[in-house]
């Protein structure tokens, strides 16, 4: 039996999934949470074989609790679910240590397979986010800007495109001031960049935030 934690913000949507893994013979949910420090905190009081993350909760983003609870349980799997496009977040979310990515658009058709799949210690990318991947490996298709990124990197962008000043970002992930001003800098010189204003519009637009 598969143990499955969810973790989302919305009730319904829990609820959703709740009902909808009943209803498979070989799964069973363990536990929910509605935020990521409540995420945190149930995984580290007990193991499940399968974590279901909303790539949006209200308190963190979905990084952020992605990397504490790989943390805490580097070998537990974690399934990003989330209503944005799988090209624009799922890159870097596999770097960071995600075991796959389902958009919630397809997540009926692909949930079930994708959570057999990282249970079995295999990562989960969709035929789509495959042919991306392959497309960035061959040279073809336009990569969006951000995939150039580092994961640290790209966790700061999502900050300052957020909004947040860059001495609240060093207090949160225990930097200095002037590394976080560093890693901005280098976060503009990858994308092309010159002020913060850019990153928001281009997170906007590419659905990287609300």
Do not use: W
Not at 38 to 50: G, H, I, L
């Amino acid at each position: 039996m598969i143990r499955v934690l969810i973790a989302d913000d919305h009730a319904i949507v829990r609820a959703g999934l709740r009902q909808f893994l009943s209803d498979q013979s070989d799964m069973s949910v363990a536990g929910e949470a509605a935020t990521g420090a409540e995420t945190v905190s149930m995984v580290r009081a007990e193991p499940y074989d399968v974590v279901l993350l909303d790539i949006s909760m209200p308190d963190r983003n979905g990084v952020d609790t992605l990397k504490q609870l790989k943390q805490i349980r580097p070998e537990m799997p974690v399934l990003m679910l989330s209503a944005y496009a799988e090209e624009q977040y799922a890159i870097n979310l596999l770097r960071a240590g995600a075991a796959g990515y389902v958009s919630k658009e397809s997540a009926s058709s692909q949930l079930v397979a994708a959570i057999r799949t990282v249970a079995h210690g295999r990562k989960y990318v969709s035929q789509d986010l495959a042919q991306v991947l392959a497309d960035g490996v061959s040279g073809q298709g336009d990569a969006p800007l951000h995939s150039s990124l580092s994961q640290r990197e790209f966790q700061i962008f999502c900050k300052l495109a957020g909004g947040m000043p860059v001495s609240k970002i060093a207090a949160e992930l225990f930097l200095s001031v002037k590394t976080v001003s560093t890693y901005r800098s280098r976060v503009l010189e990858k994308m092309g960049m010159k002020t913060n204003a850019d990153l928001t519009y281009y997170a906007i637009k590419n659905r990287l935030i609300e």
